[in-house]
């Protein structure tokens, strides 16, 4: 297994913390340089300072704003190159059911997902094409089967699936793979400051063959295999990381 990663660029979208930031070090702790782009710059900051190591970057951006996700990826190509890898990794749920739901809560959750994954592939793919290299990785969610309280959330990973599968065709004759981790309930501060956090918990350990819920350093190892060489002939998957759970 071929996991090395030295002189590979990466870039990892809501890296500040949780998964993202699992991600980020995984990725680096495998020999890449990393950007922790997330749109809070003080925790990007902070989380790629306490690896303490020239390739690891904080970097802010709202992945929606296509100008500021361009001025991001020239500052990453300054420093190092243009990213060979990209996790397409920021986003959150902001539950409600359809015919009570805020339209804002409901656009900003697909924006985030969708215009956002397309924005950061917008901007670094040409360079993958160009080196004739390139991994794309979009984290999506068992959700894209459909949670009551999710129309926003489910079609929105749904889409990132559909998006993942459409790319890695427009990718592939360019040496770049195009896939897509589906995590199940993983224990992040994003899950710990919903309201029903120990409801879900409960739930989701109930609906798990595992009996547990999952760890972001979990779904960083699905990534890191992903992005490595050993995945190279991986493209247009989802792969669920979700304890055996489907429903
Ligand atoms: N935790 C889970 O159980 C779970 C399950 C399935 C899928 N996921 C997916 O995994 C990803 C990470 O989830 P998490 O639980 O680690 O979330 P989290 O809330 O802990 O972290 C998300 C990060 O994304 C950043 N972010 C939000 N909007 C942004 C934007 N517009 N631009 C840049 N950065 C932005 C946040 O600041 C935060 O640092 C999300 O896409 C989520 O949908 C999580």
Redesign the pocket.
């Known amino acids: 297994m071929d996991l090395d990663l030295n002189g590979k660029v990466a870039l990892v ?9 699992s991600i980020a070090c995984a990725l680096h702790d495998s020999g890449a340089s990393v950007a922790f ?4 710059e003080t ?2 900051e902070a989380a790629a300072a306490e690896l303490d190591s020239p390739r690891a970057m904080g970097i802010a ?4 704003d296509l100008d500021q996700v361009n001025n991001a990826v020239q500052a990453i190509a300054d420093r190092w190159h243009s990213p060979d890898i990209l996790v ?6 902001s539950d409600g059911f359809l015919t009570r739901i805020d339209v804002e809560d409901w656009r900003r959750v697909v924006d ?2 969708l215009i ?1 994954a397309f924005n950061c592939v917008r901007a670094t793919i040409p360079a993958m094409h160009e080196r004739n290299w390139g991994r794309v990785i979009n ?5 894209h089967l459909g949670n009551p309280g999710q129309t926003n ?1 489910s079609a929105a ?1 749904a889409g990132l699936n559909g998006f993942t599968r459409a790319l890695s065709l427009e990718s592939g004759r360019f040496g770049v793979t195009v896939n897509a981790v ?10 710990l ?1 919903l309201e029903n956090y120990d409801v879900l918990k409960q739930r989701s350990i109930e609906k798990s063959p595992l009996n547990r ?2 760890q ?1 350093e979990e ?1 960083a190892d699905a990534v890191l295999f992903l992005a490595s060489n050993s995945a190279g002939y991986i493209s247009g998957e989802v792969l669920h990381v979700t304890g055996g759970r489907y429903s």
């Open positions: 979208t809501g890296a500040a913390r949780g998964i993202g930031r782009l997330d749109i809070d925790l990007a951006a709202d992945v929606v397409n990794n920021a986003g959150f749920p985030v997902i956002g984290i999506s969610s068992r959700s959330y990973k589906a995590p199940g309930f993983i224990e992040t501060e994003g899950m400051a819920v999952g972001p779904i």
